[in-house]
């Protein structure tokens, strides 16, 4: 009775987030800093910002997509593990980061609600 876990969900979940955070930071380098008064700079950094946010949704919704059972816990779980991981390498104990945690797991249910819809679609 207890709760069927769905590694290979989880872990396409996983991949995902980290990808999505992988080609923020990648974006950010390729930003020049002298740049960040222009309107070129501005873009950019506005990308690099839509892309960090875009990254938790996308992830918890193909977590959701591919689980065969409790589609948005699967999506939830992989973004707050993922987040937690993300801070914890960071070595950062402050409540901005408590806070980026549960942003990016209010993000992870959105898009594990979008991938939960999206698999039953695909079901039925």
């Not at 709760?3 to 980290?18: E, P, Q, S, Y």
């Not at 950010?28 to 506005?46: D, E």
């Not at 901005?96 to 594990?112: D, E, N, Q, R, S």
């Amino acid at each position: 009775m207890g709760i069927r876990v769905d590694f290979k969900a989880l872990a396409f979940g996983v991949v995902v987030f980290v990808l999505g955070q992988l080609l923020a930071g990648g974006l950010l380098l390729l930003i020049p800093p002298s740049s960040s008064g222009t309107s070129v700079g501005n873009a950019a950094w506005l990308l690099v910002s839509l892309a960090s946010y875009v990254a938790p949704v996308a992830a918890g919704a193909t977590a959701a997509y591919f689980a065969t059972t409790n589609r948005t816990i699967h999506g939830v779980a992989a973004v707050a593990g993922c987040s937690v991981l993300m801070i914890m390498m960071a070595q950062d104990s402050s409540s901005a980061a408590a806070m980026a945690v549960a942003f990016y797991t209010v993000l992870g249910l959105v898009g594990a609600i979008i991938g939960a819809y999206l698999g039953r679609r695909r079901c039925a």
